[in-house]
């Protein structure tokens, strides 16, 4: 079992609707979480790291549950250049990434 | 600056044959890795480095070597091609640590026959 695990979706949502992505991880000494936005044959570019508190990136919102051992991503107002893959990642003394969510907003 | 560096682009390799895959990156970044990247399987971890001289292993490091004799160069050597390693290949490297942001290569195609 991976240690970090995504739905790999694809998620087709429409222009300006809100998509949630979860993304679980199985080893509880787990610190630090980020999540990476990928494009079409590109490399991985952070989106935004993930605090204990949650936090927020203009339309990008980010959580952390440690009981449950997940962390989301939440999409408002979807873009069409929002289209891509989203990588959610998080270790304890190294960087591991689930297998990435695609996501396709469209008109 | 130009960021993180790998060369080759694409690269096609008959079974059994060795080549390294460059990295380098002129940001003096401290912490470099390897991921592979195959359909299903998102990102693994291959063989990371702390700095100069230091390096251990990922989730998949077998079929692989590296070495890390400068900050700036992690080559990723693959001792005898198989099928299997059939991937693409991203170097990434972070200011101090595995959990700072990672600057990820524009990637290395790969194709084993």
């Known amino acids: 079992r991976k240690e970090v695990e995504q739905d790999p979706g694809p998620f087709n949502v429409p222009e300006g609707a809100t998509v949630a992505f979860n993304c679980t991880y199985s080893n509880s000494a787990s610190q630090s979480f980020f999540w990476y936005r990928q494009d079409c044959r590109k490399e991985p570019k952070l989106l935004m790291s993930v605090y204990s508190s949650g936090n927020e990136d203009g339309r990008f919102t980010a959580q952390l549950n440690r009981a449950s051992q997940y962390i989301s991503l939440l999409i408002r107002d979807s873009k069409l250049s929002d289209s891509a893959t989203y990588l959610c990642s998080g270790g304890y003394n190294k960087l591991i990434f689930g297998a990435g969510t695609r996501l396709a907003v469209h008109p | 600056n130009a960021g993180v560096t790998q060369t080759p682009k694409f690269q096609v390799l008959k079974t059994g044959q060795s080549m390294t895959l460059q990295c380098a990156q002129d940001m003096n970044h401290e912490y470099m890795s390897w991921y592979r990247q195959d359909p299903g399987m998102g990102l693994r971890l291959i063989h990371y480095s702390v700095g100069a001289g230091i390096t251990d292993q990922g989730e998949v490091p077998n079929g692989y070597n590296v070495s890390r004799s400068t900050t700036e160069d992690f080559p990723l050597r693959l001792l005898s091609a198989a099928p299997s390693q059939t991937s693409v290949y991203f170097c990434?490297?972070?200011?101090?640590?595995?959990?700072?942001?990672?600057?990820f290569g524009p990637g290395t195609r790969l194709t084993v026959l």
């Open positions: 990434a490297s972070s200011p101090l640590s595995w959990d700072n942001e990672q600057f």
